[in-house]
């Protein structure tokens, strides 16, 4: 089955610098990959996802990128504000039929 | 629109009993997943259910068992519980599927096995 790998698992940025998570898959013919937020007692929210017909999908001060070719794809978040400290969780799957794999999540904490 | 619902939101239980959990999907979505959240595994996918019928199931004993209800409802039971068992258990609705579709969770209860 697919396995998606992320890191790191914390991460602590200054607020207005930039944040990166990676992550990777094993399963060569997933072609979704969303990324969600989760906040302190709340559940995942999406904050933005692509398919693999595209390299790179950008939604203001979030993007992300991805290589099916090395199968790893990233979330970059620039500006970083106070309110963008939560977990992050990558994701994989195929498009039609088969679950979300999640990776074990980054904690990222964003200090004023 | 009202978000996903589940209830109870805590929930403690001891060894042996059994507990079942409720999700009320947002109105419209006809796909209801659940999910184990742990600090060690991450979350992990229980299974999916569509128009009452299981569609896939993840990697979990057959104690973990679900069932749909014909408005969408869902509820999730665990038999003979496990000190293992505890976790948070999210439920997530979309409109046709886990796969490529996003996904809106509930809050989630946090089962504690004692």
């Known amino acids: 089955g697919e396995n998606v790998e992320q890191h790191p698992s914390t991460l602590s940025v200054q607020e207005g610098d930039s944040a990166v998570i990676k992550c990777t898959y094993s399963d060569s013919a997933s072609n979704y990959f969303p990324w969600y937020k989760q906040e302190l007692g709340k559940g995942p929210q999406l904050i933005i996802d692509?398919?693999?017909?595209?390299g790179e999908k950008k939604d203001q001060r979030i993007a992300v990128t991805l290589n099916k070719t090395a199968k790893h794809f990233s979330l970059h978040i620039t500006e970083t504000q106070p309110e963008d400290s939560a977990v992050y969780f990558c994701a994989a799957s195929r498009l039609s039929g088969y679950a979300l794999n999640f990776g074990k999540g980054t904690s990222l904490l964003v200090t004023p | 629109k009202a978000g996903v619902t589940q209830t109870p939101r805590y929930l403690i239980k001891t060894r042996g009993q059994q507990v079942t959990l409720s999700c009320s999907p947002i109105?419209?979505?006809?796909?209801v997943s659940w999910y184990q959240q742990t600090p060690g595994q991450g979350l992990q996918f229980l299974f999916e259910y569509f128009s009452e019928t299981q569609r896939n199931k993840g990697n979990f004993p057959g104690r973990f068992s679900g069932r749909q209800f014909s408005n969408s409802r869902s509820e999730m039971n665990v038999s003979t519980l496990e000190l293992g068992d505890s976790a948070l258990y999210l439920c997530?609705?979309?409109?046709?599927?886990?796969?490529?579709?996003?996904?809106?969770f509930g809050p989630g209860t946090r089962l504690t096995v004692l």
């Open positions: 692509i398919r693999s017909n595209v």
């Open positions: 109105s419209g979505h006809r796909s």
């Open positions: 997530a609705s979309s409109l046709a599927g886990v796969s490529g579709n996003e996904q809106f």
